[in-house]
């Protein structure tokens, strides 16, 4: 038991913001450890104490303001999710060449934990923590799911090493020496492109700074309009584009002329088009849609674009009036309405795949944007609401691999922090501190090149999932061969 909760701790501290992604391996050696030729049902008891060592850390950003009622429940299920896939693999241990099909099992219970419930839950998938090390170029090849495998096949050849050293070597050796190997492109094949990213910040921290909507909407003008007064006096260059984060205007400027006039003011003083984080309030339906509005210097509003993936027990409120029996905080969940339209903005030379905070996440989600034909990424987000926790740079971390998944250098555009220029190797060039207003401005390289990754999408995961399930079926076979071996 103290071995499985010492995994899932390793598999916690190898995640941002510490640079530790070689302790994710050492995790998974201490689960092989415990699981290994255990019935199911103590695999699933072994991969919930796991789960548990892995999630509760790793999720406590999420009780930052709402305490306990939101934090731990959404660890214990995450760690359920985990559990089931522990079972699986127990199951399967006596099967041949054991640790490559465990891999494929891990692959196959994170895509089940991408859909339910609720939509899904991926925060918490391997290759999220993996930003650093050497795993990282396999995401060019297939994407997060190659990146996960991989860690989980050196974690288990580890433990095999000491079952059969001349097969658990090559397991620990192959996915590094590969994901050291691979190249990653950063070429300017489509161009090059000067970026400004404004961090306004929030008059403070908390679930409550949307009640300062108008503070945050001058915040993020004032240091446009400060980012023109340098680019006039020579000290930056001149941006081409400009992203703003996820509710940078709270206030509809669709509605509100005072908004309006403040955004033609700062897009006037930058000379540039500003994509705006804004919540508006559809005149059809009259309910809430979170959007990106490109917002020309000239012309005002000319596009948008709607989020796509919402955050349930944030922006929607699931089975709402059953979670109230528990807490009356879910009424501070809201009733946005989702998008359908992955296609970015036109901006300047650039095609700007927009994927807005939680989207981020979800593979499919960011491909979507990417095959639309951008060649650059942004990502505005808002993580005010989570203070000063590891959630910002846990965020970042995905933003990372997105960047060598797709081969797209990303803007990662925060109200309070952490923004960020992220290279298409997923090197991070510039970034600012939390709860702090700044600007970055870089000149970033647009590729039209598509990657491994994004041409194959959804088929290397459903393919390791494929063979998952099929050591489970062999796993199945053998245990009622040996039954009835045993009956005769």
Not at 317 to 339: E, I, K, N, Y
């Amino acid at each position: 038991m103290a071995l499985a909760v010492a995994g899932g701790v390793l598999i916690y501290l190898s995640f941002p913001p510490r640079p530790l992604w070689f302790l994710a391996p050492v995790g998974f050696a201490l689960l092989a450890w415990t699981i290994h030729e255990r019935r199911a049902r103590a695999g699933f008891g072994y991969g919930l104490l796991f789960g548990l060592g892995f999630m509760v850390p790793l999720l406590r950003w999420t009780g930052e303001f709402v305490g306990l009622i939101a934090w731990l429940p959404l660890a214990l299920a995450c760690a359920l999710m985990i559990s089931i896939g522990t079972a699986a693999m127990a199951f399967a241990s006596r099967v041949p060449g054991w640790p490559l099909w465990a891999a494929f099992l891990w692959v196959a219970d994170e895509a089940l934990r991408g859909v339910f419930p609720f939509g899904g839950f991926t925060w918490g998938k391997i290759a999220f923590g993996q930003p650093e090390g050497w795993y990282l170029p396999l995401a060019s090849l297939g994407g997060a799911p190659l990146v996960s495998f991989a860690v989980v096949l050196t974690g288990f050849g580890l433990f095999w090493v000491v079952k059969n050293w001349k097969l658990g070597v090559p397991l620990v050796v192959a996915p590094l020496l590969v994901g050291f190997v691979v190249p990653v492109g950063v070429d300017a094949s489509a161009g090059t492109v000067t970026v400004a990213a404004i961090q306004g910040n929030v008059p403070r921290a908390g679930l409550d700074f949307n009640a300062q909507r108008r503070a945050v909407l001058d915040n993020h003008v004032r240091r446009t309009v400060e980012l023109a007064d340098e680019v006039a006096a020579g000290k930056v260059k001149q941006p081409d584009i400009v992203i703003w984060p996820e509710n940078s205007s709270d206030i509809d400027p669709f509605r509100n002329r005072d908004a309006a006039a403040v955004l033609d003011t700062a897009a006037k003083a930058i000379k540039a088009p500003i994509a705006v984080g804004a919540v508006v309030v559809d005149r059809g339906d009259g309910l809430p849609r979170n959007q990106v509005v490109l917002w020309d210097p000239e012309k005002g509003p000319t596009d948008t674009y709607t989020k796509r993936k919402l955050q349930p027990f944030g922006e929607t409120m699931p089975m709402r009036s059953f979670f109230r029996l528990f807490t009356s905080d879910v009424d501070r969940a809201g009733v946005f309405q989702a998008g359908s339209d992955p296609d970015g903005f036109v901006m300047g030379p650039a095609k700007v795949a927009i994927d807005t905070c939680y989207e981020v996440a979800f593979d499919s989600v960011v491909r979507d944007t990417v095959t639309a034909g951008a060649t650059i990424i942004a990502i505005p987000t808002n993580n005010a609401t989570f203070g000063y926790t590891e959630m910002t740079y846990q965020q970042l971390s995905m933003s990372r691999v997105r960047a060598v998944e797709h081969g797209r250098a990303v803007i990662v555009a925060a109200t309070s922090g952490v923004s960020a220029i992220v290279q298409p190797d997923g090197s991070v060039t510039q970034k600012t501190g939390l709860f702090v207003p700044g600007a970055l401005v870089a000149e970033l390289p647009l590729r039209s090149q598509t990657t491994l990754a994004t041409w194959l999408g959804a088929w290397p995961e459903w393919v390791m999932t494929a063979a998952g399930l099929a050591a489970l079926a062999l796993g199945f076979a053998r245990r009622r061969k040996d039954s009835n071996g045993a009956a005769a």
